[in-house]
């Protein structure tokens, strides 16, 4: 079935650093890609919709000039955390929708998401 | 996205079948049910979903009400590795965007 892999899936940085953490659909193209983040024992929050080609939307609330995302292809997509600091650690999940499988009814393939910790 | 609601937890035993309940009162006609469910430290995953009539996959079964006011997802034989967070989520019309993700059930299975 289709795969979304995610990299890397552990991470941890200092404190004003910038980490990027990539999405990559591995046996379809993927024009859109969403990116959630979840803090420890609560839901998955969507943060932004990433579209190839074209600039990311945003979710209310989201810094968009803290959450750099870039969709350059249409298997990858990458979120960059900027000047990162302690309470941006929290896991990140990247998803994507293999359109071909069953169109407007395809189910989000997710990534095993990416633990980050920052000091 | 139609509001739902589900149980905090839940608990079974092992090969036992288990009943997860979801109730979507203000469902709409084009909403779609979808189940996902998320094991730990790992992304979600898509267990099922449906429209009006029940519908089997190798993973569960997902028996939607008449009204569609409610819906029930079935594991026939729970093991140990299906003890996670199951989500129900409804999508208008199948849906193009991201998922909403409430806060799920937690399954706990007891061997």
Redesign the interface.
């Known amino acids: 079935g289709a795969v979304?892999s995610?990299h890397p899936s552990r991470v941890i940085c200092k404190s004003g650093t910038s980490v990027k953490i990539e999405c990559r659909s591995l046996d379809f193209q993927a024009t859109?890609m969403?990116w959630?983040r979840q803090f420890p024992k609560q839901?998955?929050?969507?943060m932004a919709?990433s579209n190839e080609g074209s600039k990311a939307t945003y979710e209310q609330g989201v810094e968009k000039d803290k959450f750099l995302i870039n969709h350059a292809s249409l298997t990858l997509s990458t979120l960059t955390v900027t000047s990162a600091h302690p309470e941006d650690s929290s896991?990140y999940?990247?998803?994507a929708?293999d359109w071909g499988s069953q169109?407007?009814?395809?189910?989000?393939?997710?990534?095993?998401?990416t633990?980050l910790t920052v000091t | 996205d139609a509001k739902t609601t589900q149980p905090n937890s839940m608990e079974s035993n092992e090969e036992e079948p288990v009943h997860l309940p979801c109730n979507h009162s203000t469902i709409s006609g084009t909403d779609?049910i979808?189940w996902?469910r998320?094991l730990p430290?790992?992304?979600?995953?898509?267990v099922i979903?449906g429209l009006t009539s029940n519908v089997n996959n190798r993973m569960a079964s997902l028996a939607i009400a008449e009204d569609r006011k409610s819906s029930t997802l079935i594991l026939h034989r729970a093991t140990l590795r299906d003890a996670a967070v199951y989500?129900c989520i409804l999508i208008d019309?199948?849906?193009?965007?991201?998922?909403?993700?409430?806060?799920?059930t937690h399954l706990i299975i007891q061997p």
Do not use: W
């Open positions: 979304v995610q859109t969403f959630y839901s998955l929050m969507l919709t896991f999940i990247c998803s929708r169109g407007r009814n395809s189910p989000l393939h997710f990534g095993n998401g633990r | 779609y979808h996902y998320q430290s790992q992304g979600p995953e898509y979903h989500y019309g199948g849906g193009a965007d991201g998922l909403t993700f409430g806060k799920g």
